[in-house]
């Protein structure tokens, strides 16, 4: 869960409804599994305040599978409410909002993970050592171990409980996918976990944030630009930091592996204190 400092100036001009498409997408591919099943799976009124969509099997999973803990996922995001205040104030290492669903996963025993190995390589061949009287091939067993010290090592997830992950990136660097994914499928390969849940913005709030005017420092006043202008709210969530696009553009692509991966985007309806004009 990330939530760095807003972006530099040159950068949050950019804004995801009017910037170039190549490295994002609209819409999930053939691969995401078909949203008749993911409605099956996912209680309706989650979808009142999210869209949700599924990749390799990720609903079925999660709510077959590891229904406890994906309850306890269910009911942080039945209770997520956030405020324009929230949206407009400036977070620095971590914003009120992602504070939220730590106060409300914690104390159920979602801890941050790391996942550390080593991996044991065994050679094994047969060595020639002579020939039988008859001309026939003798051989023997040979054998040999390689010991790679670390080969897994610091890849970390937020929020893991038995065998299900989850995090939330809110308005990080979109890299921070990259990171995310790397680690749900490192977690997944090495068998510590069934599926993942990521949480980001949804593309639908963008025109939320285009009329919530100046945006807030973290002390809630008003904010500016190095050059003295005011900086608008929608100035603060570019399109190379974290929402659905850049999520669904990389899950399109496999950059998950074979970890089922649930993404769950934040709507307009989480806002308590937004009413659409």
Not at 242 to 253: E, P, S
Request: charged residues 30%; glycine residues 6%; contains cysteine.
């Amino acid at each position: 869960m990330s939530d760095p400092e807003d972006e530099d100036d040159d950068e949050e001009e950019k804004d995801p409804l009017v910037a170039p498409t190549e490295d994002i997408a609209a819409a999930p591919s053939e691969s995401a599994d078909p949203m008749e099943i993911v409605r099956q799976k996912i209680p309706a009124d989650i979808f009142e305040k999210f869209e949700i969509f599924s990749y390799r099997n990720a609903a079925v999973i999660l709510s077959e599978t590891r229904k406890a803990e994906f309850d306890e996922i269910l009911t942080a995001l039945r209770n997520f409410t956030i405020t324009t205040d929230m949206v407009r104030r400036a977070g620095g290492n971590e914003s009120d909002i992602p504070k939220l669903l730590t106060a409300a996963l914690r104390p159920l025993g979602w801890h941050e993970t790391v996942v550390q190995g080593d991996l044991l390589v065994r050679l094994l061949w047969r060595k020639q050592t002579g020939v039988t009287k008859k001309g026939k091939a003798i051989f023997e067993k040979q054998y040999r171990e390689l010991l790679r010290e670390k080969f897994l090592d610091g890849h970390k997830i937020d929020y893991v409980k038995n065998r299900v992950a989850f995090d939330l990136e809110w308005n990080s660097k979109d890299q921070t996918f990259d990171r995310d994914l790397y680690a749900f499928n490192a977690f997944s390969l090495c068998g510590v976990i069934d599926a993942a849940v990521l949480v980001t913005r949804s593309a639908e709030l963008g025109p939320v944030f285009r009329v919530l005017g100046q945006a807030l420092d973290r002390k809630g006043n008003p904010e500016v630009k190095r050059n003295g202008e005011p900086r608008l709210t929608h100035q603060k969530y570019g399109a190379s930091t974290t929402w659905m696009g850049k999520l669904l553009y990389r899950l399109n692509a496999g950059r998950n592996g074979g970890c089922p991966v649930l993404a769950i985007g934040i709507r307009p309806a989480c806002i308590s204190d937004w009413k659409a004009p």
